[in-house]
C-alpha cells in the first residue's frame, strides 16, 4: 500500500472530487436558534409544546424601547410619532401583533355592562392619562419615566431567514420615523447580530489558524515541500469537510465557528507523524519513494487510530439529548474523517511528485539527549511521580465539586456587545427582557378560575413570586380581578388590588360570562388552564434554580392542590433545565467516549487489562482541567461541559500512538525496557511536536469573543499540556506493572 502508483491513484480521485466540489458548490449558511439547546429528552420540553398551543410561544417578541430625546416624553408630536410607527409596523409581513401604551383599554363597570375608554389619549395642545404613571412604569413605561415600550410579536415559528428580513424591515420604518430608538431586545435581532459576529469570526480562525500552520511547518521542516505540501492538503481537507458538511444540509452554527481551527491542527499534528518519520528515513539515505511508502504504510494505523479517537471524542456527544450539541458533534467527526482521507489521499501523490526534491536537516542530537535523561528521572522517581498524580486528581476532584452550575441566556456574548447593554437596560426599567411563565391548572375541586377560593389561592401565590423575584408586573387571573375591581370603581388608583368577598360577588356575572376581550391570551377554551406571565432579569440558571425551589417549597405547603395546581414552563425555563443537565450530559458523552476509545484499544492490543491502563493517564487530565476552572472561575454550562468529553478524545491521541510504537518495538523481539525506552525517545518527540500543534491552535480561540470559544482555548489548551505530561511520566510507570502481560502476550504471538 502507499505505492507510487496507488498515490497517484488516490491523487487522482481527491482531484476529480475536489472538482466536483468546486463546480457543485454548496452555498454556506449560518443559522443561530437558541432553542437548539433545549435538552430533547425533558418532559418539560413536550408540555411547554402543548403549553405554546395554547398561549403561542413566549419568546416571539421583539422589545423597542423609544425616548423623546431630552424632551417631556408626553408630548403629542411625540405619541403621534409613536403611533404611526406602530401602525406601521403592525401591518409588516411576519408580525402577529404589537402591544404599547396606546392599546391600553381601560374598563368601567356601569348599569350597562363593560364599557372601555383609552389610557392615553391626545390632541394638538395637551396628553391625557385615566390611569397613574406610577401603575404603567415597569412594563409598558419605563421606571424612570423617560421612554415607551412597544412590543412587536412576530409570529410563531419564524425562520431565520424570514426574522432577519422582519427585524431590517423594522428598522427600516424606525429610522424613516423621527423617534430615537433607546434599546432593542429580542429573539430575531439577538439571532441576527449572533450570526454576524460567526461570520466575522468564522473567517478570523479560518484566516490566522492558516498563518500560525504556516509558521509552525517552516519552523519544524525548513524546506520547501515541508510547507506548501501539507498547506495545500489542509486546505483542500478543509474544503472537503464544509462541502459535505452544506451537502448534509447541516447549517454552521455558534460552535461551527470553532470547526475550521480543528481541522486544520488535527490534520497537522497527522500530517507531521508522517514528515517527521519521513525526514528521519531521509537522513538515513534511504531512498526517496521508498522512504515515502514505509512512511505511509508504517504509520498509517496509528494516524487512523488517532483521527478515529479524536473523531469520536467529538462523535460522542450525539448521544447527549441537546440537538445543538449532536450536530457539533456528528458535522466534527465527520470533518475530521474528511480530513484523515484529505492527508492519506493527496499527501502521499504530491510527495512522490516532488520526491527528486526531498531533502531534510539532520536531527539536533542534544534534544534526543534530553529526552533520555527525562526517561531516566521518570524511572528513578517513580513513587514521588506517582503519588504526585494521584495527589493532584485528589484535589483536583475537591475543587471541582465546588464549581456551580450555571448559564446565561448571553452566556456566548462578550461583555462589551452592546446586545448586552439593551438587555441590561430592559431588566432594569421595564422589569426584564427574559419571558417568565407558570401554568396553572385547576384542582379536582375547582370548576372555574372565578371562583373567589381558586382567586385567592393564585393572590397569595403571585404575592410570594413578587416576593422571591422582586417586584414585577404579571399578568394572570388576579390582573384581569384587580382591573375589573377598579373598573368598578370608577378608576379609583386605590381599587386597583384584589377586591373583598363583597366587592367580587358585585363583579362576579361579569367575569363569569368571560369579560371578552379581557381574558383572551388568559385563560384556555376549557376554562381549566391559565397562567402567569411576565419577563425578569437573567439572573442565571443557578440564581433561578434556587429562586424556583423557594417558591416550590411555598407553593407545597401554603397553596392547596385541590383547587390550583402550577407547572414551571417557558423558554427561559427550558434552557435552566438544560445548564441543569450538564452533569448527566457530559457523563453520558464521557461513557460513550471511554467505551469507544476502551473498545478500539482493547480489539488493537488484545488485553482489556491493557485498554483500562489507557484510560487513565487520560481521565487525570480531565480532572486537572476542573481545578483549572475553579481557579479562573469559569462555571459549568453545557457549552463548558461538553470540553470534557472533547479534550478527552484529542488527548487520548498521543497514548495510542505511545502504545502502538510500544508494541511495535516488543514486537520486533526488544526486551521490555528497551522497547519502552525507544518508544519514549522516538514517540516522545513526536507527541512533543503534535501537542505543541495542538495548543498552538486551540490557544488562538482565547482571542474570540464568543463565550464557548474562549472556554475551549482556555480549557482544551490546559488538558492537552496536561496529557502530554501524563502520557510521557505516567504512562510509563503504569506499564512497569504489565510487564509480565505484555512479555506473555509476546510469547503466545510468538
Same mark, same amino acid.
Given at each position: 500500500? @502507499?505505492?507510487?502508483?496507488?498515490?497517484?491513484?488516490?491523487?487522482?480521485?481527491?482531484?476529480?472530487?475536489?472538482?466536483?466540489?468546486?463546480?457543485?458548490?454548496?452555498?454556506?449558511?449560518?443559522?443561530?436558534?437558541?432553542?437548539?439547546?433545549?435538552?430533547?429528552?425533558?418532559?418539560?420540553?413536550?408540555?411547554?409544546?402543548?403549553?405554546?398551543?395554547?398561549?403561542?410561544?413566549?419568546?416571539?417578541?421583539?422589545?423597542?424601547?423609544?425616548?423623546?430625546?431630552?424632551?417631556?416624553?408626553?408630548?403629542?408630536?411625540?405619541?403621534?410619532?409613536?403611533?404611526?410607527?406602530?401602525?406601521?409596523?403592525?401591518?409588516?409581513?411576519?408580525?402577529?401583533?404589537?402591544?404599547?401604551?396606546?392599546?391600553?383599554?381601560?374598563?368601567?363597570?356601569?348599569?350597562?355592562?363593560?364599557?372601555?375608554?383609552?389610557?392615553?389619549?391626545?390632541?394638538?395642545?395637551?396628553?391625557?392619562?385615566?390611569?397613574?404613571?406610577?401603575?404603567?412604569?415597569?412594563?409598558?413605561?419605563?421606571?424612570?419615566?423617560?421612554?415607551?415600550?412597544?412590543?412587536?410579536?412576530?409570529?410563531?415559528?419564524?425562520?431565520?431567514?424570514?426574522?432577519?428580513?422582519?427585524?431590517?424591515?423594522?428598522?427600516?420604518?424606525?429610522?424613516?420615523?423621527?423617534?430615537?430608538?433607546?434599546?432593542?431586545?429580542?429573539?430575531?435581532?439577538?439571532?441576527?447580530?449572533?450570526?454576524?459576529?460567526?461570520?466575522?469570526?468564522?473567517?478570523?480562525?479560518?484566516?490566522?489558524?492558516?498563518?500560525?500552520?504556516?509558521?509552525?511547518?517552516?519552523?519544524?521542516?525548513?524546506?520547501?515541500?515541508?510547507?506548501?505540501?501539507?498547506?495545500?492538503?489542509?486546505?483542500?481537507?478543509?474544503?472537503?469537510?464544509?462541502?459535505?458538511?452544506?451537502?448534509?444540509?447541516?447549517?454552521?452554527?455558534?460552535?461551527?465557528?470553532?470547526?475550521?481551527?480543528?481541522?486544520?491542527?488535527?490534520?497537522?499534528?497527522?500530517?507531521?507523524?508522517?514528515?517527521?518519520?519521513?525526514?528521519?528515513?531521509?537522513?538515513?539515505?534511504?531512498?526517496?519513494?521508498?522512504?515515502?511508502?514505509?512512511?505511509?504504510?508504517?504509520?498509517?494505523?496509528?494516524?487512523?487510530?488517532?483521527?478515529?479517537?479524536?473523531?469520536?471524542?467529538?462523535?460522542?456527544?450525539?448521544?447527549?439529548?441537546?440537538?445543538?450539541?449532536?450536530?457539533?458533534?456528528?458535522?466534527?467527526?465527520?470533518?475530521?474523517?474528511?480530513?484523515?482521507?484529505?492527508?492519506?489521499?493527496?499527501?502521499?501523490?504530491?510527495?512522490?511528485?516532488?520526491?527528486?526534491?526531498?531533502?531534510?536537516?539532520?536531527?539536533?542530537?542534544?534534544?534526543?539527549?534530553?529526552?533520555?535523561?527525562?526517561?531516566?528521572?521518570?524511572?528513578?522517581?517513580?513513587?514521588?511521580?506517582?503519588?504526585?498524580?494521584?495527589?493532584?486528581?485528589?484535589?483536583?476532584?475537591?475543587?471541582?465539586?465546588?464549581?456551580?452550575?450555571?448559564?446565561?441566556?448571553?452566556?456566548?456574548?462578550?461583555?462589551?456587545?452592546?446586545?448586552?447593554?439593551?438587555?441590561?437596560?430592559?431588566?432594569?426599567?421595564?422589569?426584564?427582557?427574559?419571558?417568565?411563565?407558570?401554568?396553572?391548572?385547576?384542582?379536582?375541586?375547582?370548576?372555574?378560575?372565578?371562583?373567589?377560593?381558586?382567586?385567592?389561592?393564585?393572590?397569595?401565590?403571585?404575592?410570594?413570586?413578587?416576593?422571591?423575584?422582586?417586584?414585577?408586573?404579571?399578568?394572570?387571573?388576579?390582573?384581569?380581578?384587580?382591573?375589573?375591581?377598579?373598573?368598578?370603581?370608577?378608576?379609583?388608583?386605590?381599587?386597583?388590588?384584589?377586591?373583598?368577598?363583597?366587592?367580587?360577588?358585585?363583579?362576579?356575572?361579569?367575569?363569569?360570562?368571560?369579560?371578552?376581550?379581557?381574558?383572551?391570551?388568559?385563560?384556555?377554551?376549557?376554562?381549566?388552564?391559565?397562567?402567569?406571565?411576565?419577563?425578569?432579569?437573567?439572573?442565571?440558571?443557578?440564581?433561578?434554580?434556587?429562586?424556583?425551589?423557594?417558591?416550590?417549597?411555598?407553593?407545597?405547603?401554603?397553596?392547596?392542590?385541590?383547587?390550583?395546581?402550577?407547572?414551571?414552563?417557558?423558554?427561559? @425555563?427550558?434552557?435552566?433545565?438544560?445548564?441543569?443537565?450538564?452533569?448527566?450530559?457530559?457523563?453520558?458523552?464521557?461513557?460513550?467516549?471511554?467505551?469507544?476509545?476502551?473498545?478500539?484499544?482493547?480489539?488493537?492490543?488484545?488485553?482489556?487489562?491493557?485498554?483500562?491502563?489507557?484510560?487513565?493517564?487520560?481521565?487525570?487530565?480531565?480532572?486537572?482541567?476542573?481545578?483549572?476552572?475553579?481557579?479562573?472561575?469559569?462555571?459549568?454550562?453545557?457549552?463548558?461541559?461538553?470540553?470534557?468529553?472533547?479534550?478527552?478524545?484529542?488527548?487520548?491521541?498521543?497514548?495510542?500512538?505511545?502504545?502502538?510504537?510500544?508494541?511495535?518495538?516488543?514486537?520486533?523481539?526488544?526486551?521490555?525496557?528497551?522497547?519502552?525506552?525507544?518508544?519514549?525517545?522516538?514517540?516522545?518527540?513526536?507527541?512533543?511536536?503534535?501537542?505543541?500543534?495542538?495548543?498552538?491552535?486551540?490557544?488562538?480561540?482565547?482571542?474570540?469573543?464568543?463565550?464557548?470559544?474562549?472556554?475551549?482555548?482556555?480549557?482544551?489548551?490546559?488538558?492537552?499540556?496536561?496529557?502530554?505530561?501524563?502520557?510521557?511520566?505516567?504512562?510509563?510507570?503504569?506499564?512497569?506493572?504489565?510487564?509480565?502481560?505484555?512479555?506473555?502476550?509476546?510469547?503466545?504471538?510468538?
Amino acid at each position: 500500500m @502507499f505505492s507510487k502508483k496507488q498515490s497517484n491513484i488516490f491523487l487522482t480521485l481527491s482531484g476529480l472530487f475536489t472538482l466536483i466540489l468546486l463546480i457543485w458548490r454548496p452555498v454556506p449558511k449560518f443559522d443561530y436558534d437558541f432553542e437548539q439547546f433545549f435538552p430533547q429528552d425533558n418532559e418539560a420540553l413536550s408540555f411547554y409544546k402543548s403549553y405554546a398551543d395554547i398561549f403561542g410561544g413566549d419568546n416571539d417578541y421583539l422589545l423597542l424601547a423609544f425616548e423623546n430625546d431630552d424632551q417631556e416624553l408626553w408630548q403629542p408630536e411625540f405619541l403621534s410619532n409613536f403611533e404611526s410607527l406602530q401602525s406601521q409596523i403592525k401591518v409588516l409581513e411576519g408580525v402577529d401583533t404589537t402591544i404599547s401604551v396606546l392599546d391600553l383599554r381601560e374598563p368601567r363597570i356601569g348599569a350597562f355592562g363593560v364599557q372601555f375608554r383609552q389610557v392615553v389619549t391626545w390632541d394638538e395642545s395637551r396628553v391625557n392619562l385615566t390611569l397613574p404613571k406610577s401603575q404603567l412604569a415597569g412594563s409598558l413605561i419605563s421606571e424612570d419615566g423617560n421612554a415607551l415600550l412597544l412590543l412587536v410579536k412576530n409570529k410563531t415559528g419564524i425562520s431565520k431567514e424570514a426574522g432577519d428580513v422582519l427585524y431590517q424591515s423594522i428598522r427600516e420604518e424606525i429610522d424613516e420615523s423621527e423617534l430615537k430608538l433607546r434599546a432593542v431586545a429580542g429573539k430575531i435581532q439577538t439571532q441576527g447580530d449572533f450570526v454576524k459576529l460567526m461570520q466575522s469570526e468564522f473567517g478570523f480562525f479560518f484566516a490566522i489558524s492558516l498563518v500560525v500552520m504556516l509558521l509552525i511547518l517552516t519552523l519544524l521542516f525548513r524546506s520547501w515541500w515541508g510547507v506548501v505540501i501539507p498547506f495545500v492538503v489542509l486546505l483542500i481537507g478543509v474544503l472537503w469537510a464544509f462541502g459535505v458538511i452544506l451537502w448534509m444540509g447541516k447549517p454552521l452554527a455558534l460552535m461551527s465557528v470553532m470547526q475550521p481551527t480543528i481541522f486544520l491542527i488535527v490534520g497537522l499534528s497527522a500530517l507531521i507523524h508522517f514528515f517527521v518519520h519521513l525526514v528521519k528515513k531521509l537522513q538515513a539515505d534511504t531512498d526517496q519513494k521508498e522512504a515515502i511508502r514505509h512512511s505511509y504504510k508504517q504509520l498509517f494505523i496509528p494516524v487512523l487510530l488517532t483521527m478515529m479517537t479524536t473523531a469520536l471524542g467529538f462523535f460522542s456527544l450525539w448521544f447527549t439529548s441537546i440537538p445543538a450539541l449532536q450536530d457539533f458533534g456528528l458535522t466534527t467527526a465527520i470533518g475530521i474523517f474528511m480530513i484523515f482521507l484529505a492527508v492519506i489521499g493527496i499527501s502521499p501523490g504530491l510527495l512522490y511528485l516532488v520526491s527528486k526534491s526531498l531533502n531534510s536537516r539532520p536531527l539536533k542530537a542534544k534534544r534526543v539527549v534530553s529526552l533520555r535523561t527525562f526517561f531516566s528521572l521518570i524511572l528513578k522517581r517513580r513513587k514521588v511521580i506517582g503519588f504526585g498524580f494521584l495527589a493532584m486528581s485528589i484535589i483536583a476532584v475537591f475543587l471541582g465539586v465546588r464549581i456551580p452550575i450555571n448559564g446565561y441566556l448571553l452566556d456566548n456574548l462578550p461583555f462589551d456587545h452592546p446586545i448586552r447593554e439593551d438587555f441590561g437596560y430592559f431588566d432594569s426599567e421595564f422589569g426584564g427582557s427574559n419571558p417568565f411563565e407558570l401554568s396553572l391548572e385547576l384542582g379536582t375541586e375547582a370548576d372555574t378560575f372565578w371562583d373567589y377560593e381558586v382567586l385567592q389561592q393564585v393572590q397569595k401565590l403571585e404575592e410570594e413570586l413578587n416576593e422571591v423575584f422582586g417586584e414585577n408586573k404579571f399578568i394572570s387571573p388576579i390582573t384581569l380581578t384587580k382591573t375589573l375591581n377598579q373598573a368598578q370603581n370608577q378608576g379609583n388608583v386605590d381599587a386597583f388590588r384584589f377586591p373583598s368577598r363583597g366587592q367580587f360577588i358585585r363583579m362576579q356575572r361579569i367575569l363569569r360570562q368571560g369579560s371578552g376581550e379581557l381574558v383572551e391570551g388568559l385563560i384556555d377554551s376549557t376554562g381549566r388552564i391559565s397562567r402567569i406571565s411576565g419577563r425578569l432579569p437573567d439572573f442565571g440558571s443557578y440564581k433561578m434554580r434556587n429562586l424556583r425551589s423557594e417558591l416550590d417549597r411555598f407553593i407545597q405547603s401554603e397553596l392547596d392542590s385541590s383547587l390550583l395546581k402550577t407547572r414551571w414552563t417557558g423558554t427561559a @425555563f427550558l434552557i435552566d433545565q438544560g445548564h441543569e443537565s450538564v452533569t448527566w450530559q457530559m457523563a453520558r458523552g464521557l461513557g460513550v467516549a471511554f467505551l469507544l476509545v476502551g473498545l478500539i484499544a482493547g480489539i488493537l492490543f488484545r488485553s482489556w487489562r491493557i485498554s483500562f491502563l489507557l484510560l487513565i493517564p487520560n481521565v487525570i487530565p480531565l480532572l486537572l482541567m476542573l481545578a483549572v476552572m475553579c481557579f479562573l472561575g469559569i462555571e459549568f454550562k453545557l457549552t463548558t461541559a461538553i470540553l470534557f468529553t472533547v479534550a478527552f478524545g484529542i488527548a487520548v491521541d498521543d497514548s495510542i500512538h505511545f502504545m502502538t510504537r510500544f508494541r511495535l518495538e516488543l514486537g520486533s523481539g526488544r526486551s521490555f525496557f528497551y522497547a519502552m525506552k525507544r518508544t519514549f525517545l522516538e514517540t516522545g518527540k513526536a507527541i512533543l511536536l503534535t501537542t505543541v500543534v495542538l495548543v498552538s491552535g486551540f490557544v488562538l480561540f482565547v482571542l474570540s469573543d464568543f463565550g464557548v470559544t474562549f472556554y475551549s482555548g482556555v480549557l482544551i489548551s490546559c488538558a492537552l499540556v496536561f496529557a502530554l505530561l501524563a502520557d510521557l511520566m505516567l504512562l510509563p510507570l503504569l506499564l512497569i506493572p504489565m510487564k509480565r502481560v505484555w512479555e506473555g502476550k509476546q510469547n503466545s504471538e510468538t
